[in-house]
């Protein structure tokens, strides 16, 4: 199964921009992975942010943008508020039968 | 408004099956797949597999070949997902969620003997 690869954590402080990437083992990440992006705060099911790279849900705030950056996807969060510090999980679909893979998640501090 | 109820928290003990539901409401239930994703504590997401809700075909990571089966009775808008042949690794929350967009709340099962 395709290996997909996050940072491990980040700290931004509020009002800041920042940047999480995902990337594939098995190279380029396209717009044929549909990449999406979740958020998971402490003790709650992860919610959905953005779906085929760059798509927000009608619940996404506009400060939540994705895209396709150096053969990766990437979410980037302008204007950070507090309410951001939370777990970010990227997903990939790989095409093939049964190849749906998360990251290993980024762990955002906001401080 | 869209909403997925899971059953509530199951303690097994190693080799034993466990099932657990999630209740649709709110949306045309066979119009959507649902996923079934599991967190071990303190661990990432991880896709166990999915379910076609109108045809019922499924997709499984290879890692759970074998040992989840996923169905669904329509009559209810309720999905299942069961693992079999449980061990201590298997201890984590199971979600279901539909096209990936909206969550269930989480089911916690335990396995420890």
């Not at chain 1, 990437?21 to 003790?43: D, I, L, N």
């Not at chain 1, 996807?73 to 679909?93: K, N």
Request: hydrophobic share 35%.
């Amino acid at each position: 199964q395709t290996v997909v690869t996050q940072e491990a954590s980040l700290t931004v402080s509020p009002g800041g921009t920042v940047t999480l990437t995902c990337a594939s083992a098995t190279g380029e990440v396209t717009s044929g992975h549909y990449p999406r992006w979740f958020q998971q705060k402490a003790g709650q099911a992860p919610r959905a942010l953005i779906y085929s790279v760059s798509t927000r849900y009608s619940w996404t705030p506009a400060r939540f943008s994705g895209s396709l950056l150096g053969g990766k996807a990437a979410l980037t969060i302008s204007g950070v508020q507090s309410d951001d510090e939370a777990d970010y999980y990227c997903l990939l679909f790989s095409g093939g039968p049964g190849d749906v893979v998360f990251g290993g998640g980024t762990k955002l501090t906001v401080l | 408004q869209v909403q997925l109820v899971q059953s509530g928290a199951e303690v097994r003990k190693p080799g034993a099956s466990v099932r657990v539901s999630c209740k649709a409401s709110g949306y045309s239930f066979t119009s959507y797949d649902i996923y079934w994703v599991r967190q071990a504590t303190g661990q990432g997401l991880e896709w166990m597999g999915w379910m076609n809700t109108n045809s019922g075909n499924t997709g499984r990571a290879q890692k759970f070949q074998g040992r989840v089966t996923m169905t669904r009775n329509t009559s209810i808008n309720t999905a299942y997902m069961e693992l079999s042949s449980l061990t201590s690794e298997d201890t984590a929350v199971y979600y279901c969620a539909t096209s990936l967009q909206y969550w269930g709340q989480g089911t916690p099962v335990t396995v420890s003997s």
